[in-house]
């Protein structure tokens, strides 16, 4: 069994910084692919920042220079660092984390976690 916590979630107000954090726990080979994304009322979820094993990222047009993704392998947990943040980035946030599992990893899975709710008020 795996588990994904988020934290970090809140009310700020426009120009604020959040910082959402999410650890997977449980029984995990080794992780791969990070990454965080949004879905605001009425909308798709979307891609915000992803991170590969690696330590290579992607972003959202939308999100570029003003969030930061990173991860610290030995906590097995992703960080979404969110400044500037705009009325517009108001969502559920969610973390989406690919985890290999069961003997010698042979098997991958995708997780998510429960989400957490990130209000930016103007």
């Known amino acids: 069994q795996v588990q994904l916590v988020e934290s970090g979630g809140g009310l700020v107000q426009a120009g604020g910084s959040l910082r959402l954090s999410c650890a997977a726990s449980?029984?995990?080979?080794?992780?791969?692919?990070m990454g965080w994304y949004r879905q605001a009322p009425g909308k798709q979820r979307e891609l915000v920042a992803g991170?590969?094993?690696?330590?290579?990222?992607n972003y959202a047009d939308s999100v570029k220079g003003r969030f930061a993704i990173s991860r610290d392998n030995a906590k097995n947990t992703v960080y979404l660092q969110m400044n500037s943040l705009k009325p517009e980035d108001t969502a559920v946030y969610y973390c989406?984390?690919?985890?290999?599992?069961?003997?010698?990893?042979?098997?991958?899975?995708?997780?998510w976690g429960q989400g957490t709710q990130v209000t930016v008020s103007s």
């Open positions: 989406n984390v690919i985890i290999r599992v069961g003997v010698l990893g042979a098997l991958e899975y995708d997780y």
């Open positions: 991170i590969t094993s690696g330590g290579s990222t």
């Open positions: 449980g029984s995990i080979f080794s992780i791969n692919a």
